[in-house]
């Protein structure tokens, strides 16, 4: 009896982390969002939808639920893309290999709000880095404003990619060590291609693991907050006026915090319809 | 005899998980909703008049004892306070180490220690709210002047009227700045931090080498950024259009007369034809090129730094930015900055400004609380402004109080970056209170939404006439 037992006595710190650190605040987000909050007696009534009719009314709202759509997408597919040819690449048995792949952690060990204001920076129109750059190359006669209304998003978003791809570079690079060398050396005799051999042999060994950090990496964008914060402060106009940004305006400058709070519960609904869609549509491809 | 072993009765992994996961869910989904189907009391806002005194009563647990001096006509009353330990200050991350030379001060005239927590600026209001709400403890704290009104009925601070020298304080104030201190109904709720005028920061280097005057209006403005855009400087005007949009605006509404708000809130611009105007000169300062190009995104350090670089001849800011542009700031344009004679608008106005102090609504001994208050926002135990001075000296940073202007010393030495007698007259006559952006409960709601609106116009999404309807229609509705 006592051998079934030990286990369980094992498991039960990390379960009762997981109920307090992220179950219980879930469920006090919701609380929240169906509440009226009394600041100064903190206490609550119950307000049925009333917060979410609030947030939904906003004229920003659907445009902003777009907007960030939009940015997951990008962090998503660049994050992704790039941190798989970045794995490629740092999975080569060539020398100074391991340097590579020391640099390739920097991004992911910098907070995204340094991040931010790294790009900000390279980016600065009067006198930013790659401005300098260019300049002094001779490859631009006048100094470019990088950031404009019309890409701001896909801008703002470069950031978010680096960091991401590294990550997803980082997990990719583990799960491609793992994949055994006789089928490579089997498809070589067989006379295949090097993109066949990726095609065929690679990309299926890994897709489960990328598939992951496509789900992570599009969270990462959704919820984003410390880059556009930094960076454009959701401008030029309400262009890069995201959730998150529209978030922390309702709960700390305008101190409504069940409208924050309604706020978050449909950014997190929304981001997991979105998520079980991407997995239904992978796996049924599976099939 | 073949012996059937009875099979073990055995609990999996994943059941026992399961089930005590269902029970833990259970425990505390039903909590939570006890929590809230709770019948709770209705809580009516309401502000404490002044006179009432039972707030205070039931908080006051110290003694105070009066302890006559030798003149007859004065008492001294030396309280007692019943600390534990140190009083908790949260202050935001500028020049903490200053910070610490104030309280290691205050406890040498006091014999009360603080604790000085520091939180990043760029988050302080993210950060405060959430460690309120969280139920640190907190004595006192600094307070940013728009967010005072909610947070007092919130509970979060206290109210200063009651304690003995607030009077004093008041009429020590320069007249017209009270207001920022102080609720609809004149309860005095927060101690001054720093103050300051918006002001036009122009390079006299720039202005006399292109034959320039002290712009005098917003039409000079224009006219004088035009012609150095025209010659290619990058941002001839610069302004944190970013985070503090909403402080241009105002400046330039009242600069050109325009009455936003009557004192029940309701909006009084929307017909007001300078109020298009202002709207009409902010759109075409910034589709003809007179701002930086990226003014609606620019962070602070890109301003500054573009100033100081002259890449950009006027800075529309905090007056406590003359002492960077003169003195602090690193660049080749250091200690080229002037200020106008006069306000560059037709009213020869424009806005106060500042932050302030504040004391938590349940510090550790009220007593205590509020004698750090009075040392950081006015006077310490000796009777001198030992903390504003401090300000004002190193950074810039100015009080509203008349006998601190009147002094020659602070005259002799803030000189040497700024020309004292005019930035006075800006503090005496210029700077007009704008009650409204502290007594109107949702006016930062509707901020938020006014900055959109501006924002979108400046990019062309939105006509001024129509910002102006929708801007109107948001105040009726957050009226009504």
Not at chain 2, 141 to 167: D, I, M, R
Request: charged content about 20%; overall charge neutral.
């Amino acid at each position: 009896m006592l051998k079934n037992k030990y286990p369980i006595f094992m498991i039960i710190p990390s379960f009762l982390y997981i109920v307090f650190f992220f179950i219980f605040p879930m469920v006090w987000l919701f609380v929240m969002a169906f509440s009226f909050i009394d600041l100064k007696s903190w206490s609550f009534r119950f307000a049925g939808f009333n917060n979410f009719a609030m947030i939904i009314k906003d004229e920003e709202f659907v445009p902003s639920l777009i907007r960030t759509i939009l940015y997951g997408a990008y962090v998503s597919i660049g994050g992704s893309v790039i941190g798989l040819l970045l794995a490629l690449l740092a999975n080569q048995k060539i020398k100074g290999i391991g340097v590579f792949r020391a640099f390739l952690v920097i991004p992911w060990c910098i907070p995204p709000i340094i991040s931010g204001y790294l790009w900000l920076w390279i980016f600065d129109a009067n006198f930013g880095f790659l401005n300098r750059l260019l300049y002094t190359l001779q490859l631009i006669k006048r100094y470019i404003i990088f950031v404009t209304r019309e890409n701001a998003l896909i801008m703002s978003s470069i950031p978010a990619i680096w960091v991401q791809s590294s990550f997803t570079s980082l997990i990719c690079l583990s799960a491609l060590q793992g994949i055994p060398i006789d089928i490579y050396e089997a498809s070589e005799i067989d006379g295949a291609t090097s993109f066949k051999r990726f095609l065929y042999i690679t990309f299926p060994f890994i897709r489960p693991i990328w598939a992951l950090a496509f789900i992570i990496n599009f969270t990462i964008g959704f919820i984003m907050f410390d880059i556009i914060y930094v960076m454009t402060a959701g401008g030029p106009g309400t262009s890069t006026l995201l959730l998150s940004i529209l978030l922390y305006r309702e709960a700390f400058l305008k101190l409504r915090i069940e409208t924050g709070a309604a706020l978050a519960c449909i950014q997190l609904v929304v981001m997991l319809i979105l998520c079980t869609l991407y997995l239904l549509l992978l796996y049924r491809r599976r099939e | 005899m073949v012996e059937v072993k009875k099979e073990e009765k055995k609990v999996s992994r994943r059941d026992y998980l399961k089930y005590t996961g269902a029970a833990i869910g259970g425990l505390v989904v039903g909590g939570a909703l006890g929590y809230v189907l709770k019948p709770t009391e209705v809580i009516e806002k309401t502000v404490t008049a002044p006179g009432v005194a039972t707030t205070i009563t039931k908080m006051v647990t110290t003694t105070v004892t009066a302890v006559p001096t030798t003149s007859p006509t004065t008492i001294t009353l030396t309280p007692t306070y019943t600390l534990t330990k140190p009083l908790e200050l949260y202050a935001w991350d500028y020049h903490p180490e200053t910070i610490e030379e104030h309280l290691a001060a205050f406890k040498e005239q006091t014999g009360i220690s603080v604790k000085l927590n520091v939180l990043p600026y760029p988050g302080y209001l993210t950060s405060i709210q959430s460690k309120i709400m969280g139920g640190i403890q907190i004595d006192d704290l600094y307070v940013q002047n728009h967010t005072q009104l909610k947070w007092y009925n919130a509970g979060w601070l206290h109210e200063l009227e009651s304690f003995p020298e607030s009077k004093k304080i008041k009429s020590d104030m320069y007249k017209e700045w009270v207001t920022k201190y102080t609720t609809p109904d004149g309860i005095l709720i927060t101690l001054p931090y720093w103050t300051g005028s918006y002001v036009h920061m122009i390079n006299r280097r720039i202005m006399e080498e292109n034959g320039f005057e002290y712009p005098k209006s917003l039409e000079d403005i224009y006219t004088q950024c035009k012609k150095l855009s025209e010659k290619g400087m990058k941002a001839p005007y610069t302004a944190y259009w970013s985070w503090q949009l909403e402080e241009s605006v105002v400046e330039y509404m009242v600069g050109e007369g325009v009455d936003l708000f009557d004192e029940k809130g309701r909006p009084l611009f929307e017909d007001d034809p300078n109020a298009k105007y202002v709207l009409e000169w902010m759109y075409r300062m910034y589709k003809e090129g007179c701002t930086s190009p990226t003014i609606t995104t620019d962070e602070v350090s890109a301003i500054v730094t573009a100033w100081l670089n002259a890449e950009s001849y006027i800075c529309n800011w905090h007056s406590y930015f003359i002492e960077t542009f003169n003195r602090s700031g690193e660049g080749p344009e250091r200690g080229n900055c002037v200020i106008p004679p006069v306000p560059p608008s037709s009213t020869k106005k424009t806005i106060q400004i500042g932050d302030c102090y504040g004391m938590f609504g349940r510090p550790q001994d009220v007593m205590a609380a509020w004698e750090l208050l009075k040392f950081l926002g006015w006077k310490d135990r000796k009777g001198e402004y030992r903390v504003a001075t401090t300000w004002a000296y190193k950074t810039g940073l100015l009080p509203p109080y008349k006998d601190w202007w009147e002094d020659p010393k602070h005259k002799e030495a803030l000189s040497k970056w700024v020309d004292f007698d005019l930035l006075k007259t800006y503090f005496e006559k210029y700077s007009a209170a704008v009650p409204f952006r502290v007594n109107i409960l949702w006016y930062f709601d509707w901020v938020v939404y006014m900055e959109d609106q501006v924002k979108k116009m400046l990019v062309g999404e939105v006509s001024p006439s129509d910002v102006l309807k929708k801007i109107a229609e948001k105040a009726k509705e957050f009226l009504s």
